[in-house]
């Protein structure tokens, strides 16, 4: 038995990614505000994409929905980031993906665009570089090891 492929409108894509972006966006004790306000942009991103900039126009109440989760993350997130990403940097970012969910587009939502994508990678590399030093870089580790070890040594120089 074949199944039938699935095949959504711009609308109901939309505001599957919209409802994807929320509930990153939910406050969660065990989960990263960093990693999970990375996939939440990508997410808006997505549905700026779809429905060519007219997110409000496309799925109002879930504009809506996310521009308020993304208020309300955007102080912890900033928070969450102290020391690794400027204060300034992390509002100006969050109000540029916000802009994203209004009504229609001027001539900033290239920009726009653009500065929810800075975002959303940004904090995609915090939240990975952390996981990774927090493992102490097993693989790099693994990699200069076997690499000290495949190395033919000079006998006649010190070892240190």
């Not at 904090?123 to 580790?141: K, N, Q, V, Y």
């Amino acid at each position: 038995m074949q199944l039938a492929p699935v095949i959504l409108s711009n609308q109901e894509l939309a505001r599957e990614r919209l409802a994807c972006a929320a509930r990153m966006l939910q406050p969660a004790e065990d989960v990263s505000v960093t990693h999970a306000t990375a996939l939440a942009i990508q997410h808006l991103l997505d549905a700026a994409y779809i429905t060519k900039g007219n997110i409000a126009a496309v799925a109002p109440e879930e504009s809506r929905q996310v521009s308020a989760l993304l208020t309300a993350a955007t102080p912890r997130l900033a928070a969450e980031l102290e020391g690794k990403m400027a204060p300034e940097v992390v509002y100006f970012r969050m109000g540029t993906a916000k802009g994203l969910l209004a009504d229609g587009h001027d001539e900033f939502w290239p920009d726009r665009i653009d500065y929810a994508g800075m975002m959303a990678g940004d904090l995609a590399s915090i939240h990975h570089s952390e996981a990774i030093a927090a493992r102490g870089f097993p693989m790099l580790r693994a990699i200069r090891i076997n690499l000290a070890t495949a190395q033919k040594r000079d006998p006649d120089q010190p070892l240190h």
